[in-house]
């Protein structure tokens, strides 16, 4: 399963040292060059993971060098949010005069401090992940760029039917306002975003409706020039030498100009209105109903890019994501399979939470496992010693978590966030001491549901959660000093964040 999520990591490590982001560290701190050196370390390696992921389960020597790297990626991220919590810290403190004093002691001497320690382990992970770096004795493949827009194969996709359809109809729609018309495609890593949109580009009738086709990977470092030149790229046969914004931006112009084009912009990250409006300008020449996608995993990219509301894609259903792992599990060759494993096959599906990637890992996992004995056993254990990271923000697919989620022992980091069906989750989430992440905290709304599922005391012991926690459904605690206590926040040193939802209260409804 390490494979499956360290693509997510090396992406939340490389949006938290966005440009804006070392730049705010700057300010306080005047220690941004060990960040600056620590993101272009890290994203010179985001080239090569997907090939890594790929290969993952095919050969043990990759698979140690990117279990390693792995860990050394979750460490980076646990030093990064050392920065955001001393940062949330300054803020509150600017807030209240009574710590007047405190601001000029963390001013001097101590600030001093902070920031040789801080640059020190910063330094330290960097020097960690260039000896893993260096340590690749194999060969893994870097996509050229115009290669990427054709990767996906029509045979390769289960699910999804109804969300292509929907982006289709989108492209297809000729009865529009503008030239112009954006719709980002925005949801979590894991959950093919760039699948859909391969799938949706390379389709005929698509293909038919446009003059031009252009796919550009964004990635997280934007440069105007580079996407300019990467856009033309794919209208042009010339050989693009000069780096001149003003006459890369006229060609632009010229070759667009007039056309009804279709443009991808994938993995999008940079969230500033002006960045995006300066690359809008130069693509507005299409003709009418020329369109652009933009897959995303950041819903604040969508609000500043979209022209029409953006399609937020979901986890798959539990049919397909059974579908998907036992594809991936048994060769296209095999006529026929052990019934015996179709049910366990069944319940290692619902644990994987309808996430693409997730499914398609564990499946490849499975493919050399051929008896009752070894799928059991791959269940019972390594599936749950494995996962790490479970990612389900945005999902709409989902309206509550198995209670099976507290078996993973070893799960770091779970996100909820903007799952806006979900009702509750799951009781026995306290268990989870390993967890670092947990973004929202849903209580039950009625009686039928509050004995089975989570209540604030499942919090308790969670004292390594970090980040963000946002606890919902309030308005259903009854003994709110109590249930303090039982949640202990006070123990959770390391969050930056804490939002309580009280919501609607009805005293009939009254459960906790």
């Known amino acids: 399963m390490a494979e499956a999520v360290i693509v997510s990591i090396v992406g939340e490590i490389v949006a938290s040292l966005a440009p804006q982001a070392i730049e705010n ?66 803020e509150l403190r600017g807030h209240n005069k009574i710590f007047k004093e405190v601001r000029k002691f963390f001013s001097g001497s101590n600030q001093v401090a902070f920031i040789l320690k801080m640059s020190y382990k910063v330094r330290a992970m960097r020097k960690r992940i260039e000896t893993i770096k260096a340590d690749r004795k194999f060969d893994l493949n870097m996509l050229p760029q115009r290669e990427w827009r054709s990767f996906a194969c029509e045979g390769d996709i289960i699910g999804r039917d109804d969300d292509k359809e929907i982006v289709k109809k989108f492209l297809l729609d000729s009865d529009v ?15 093919e975003k760039t ?29 105007m020039i580079k996407i300019v030149k990467n856009i033309l790229a794919c209208v042009t046969e010339e050989v693009l030498n000069h780096d001149a914004l003003e006459q890369l931006q006229k060609k632009l112009r010229d070759k667009i100009g007039g056309k009804r084009y279709l443009l991808v912009l994938d993995d999008y990250w940079d969230e500033e209105l002006e960045t995006w409006h300066k690359l809008k300008i130069l693509l507005m020449g299409g003709a009418r109903g020329s369109k652009i996608l933009i897959t995303t995993r950041l819903r604040s990219v969508a609000e500043i890019t979209c022209t029409t509301s953006p399609h ?109 069906k979900l009702s509750y989750v799951p009781r026995g989430l306290g268990q989870l001491s390993s967890l670092h992440r947990l973004n929202c905290f849903i209580l039950p709304k009625d009686k039928a549901r509050a004995k089975n599922y989570g209540k604030l005391g499942e919090l308790y012991g969670l004292n390594n959660i970090r980040g963000s926690l946002c606890i919902e459904n309030l308005g259903h605690v009854t003994d709110a000093v109590e249930e303090y206590k039982a949640a202990n926040l006070t123990g959770k040193q390391s969050l930056e964040s804490l939002e309580l939802k009280w919501g609607g209260f009805n005293t009939d409804d009254a459960i906790i």
């Open 25 to 90: 560290i700057g300010k306080l701190w005047g220690d941004k060059h060990e960040l600056e050196a620590l993101r272009d370390t890290v994203s010179t390696l985001q080239a090569v993971l997907d090939d890594a992921e790929e290969q993952y389960y095919r050969s043990h020597e990759i698979k140690d060098w990117v279990d390693r790297l792995k860990g050394v990626f979750y460490d980076a991220l646990d030093v990064l949010e050392e920065y955001n919590v001393e940062a949330t810290r300054r």
């Open 312 to 420: 937020l894609l979901g986890g798959l259903s539990e049919m397909e994501s059974i579908d998907l792992l036992m594809q991936m599990a048994f060769p296209k060759e095999e006529e026929t399979q052990d019934p015996d494993l179709r049910p366990i096959g069944e319940e290692i599906a619902r644990k994987c939470f309808g996430v693409p990637l997730v499914v398609r890992t564990v499946g490849s996992l499975l493919f050399s496992k051929k008896t009752k004995a070894e799928w059991l056993h791959f269940k019972d254990y390594k599936l749950p010693e494995n996962l790490q990271m479970l990612n389900l923000d945005g999902c709409v697919c989902l309206e509550e978590l198995p209670r099976g989620i507290r078996k993973l022992v070893s799960l770091r980091n779970l996100g909820i966030k903007y799952c806006k």
């Open 195 to 223: 699948t859909l949109a391969q799938r949706v580009y390379n389709d005929k009738m698509v293909s038919e409706h446009f003059e031009l086709k252009m796919w550009v990977c964004v990635f997280d470092d934007f440069d």
């Open 177 to 191: 306002k503008g030239n112009v018309s954006i719709l980002p495609i925005v949801g979590t890593g894991g959950l």
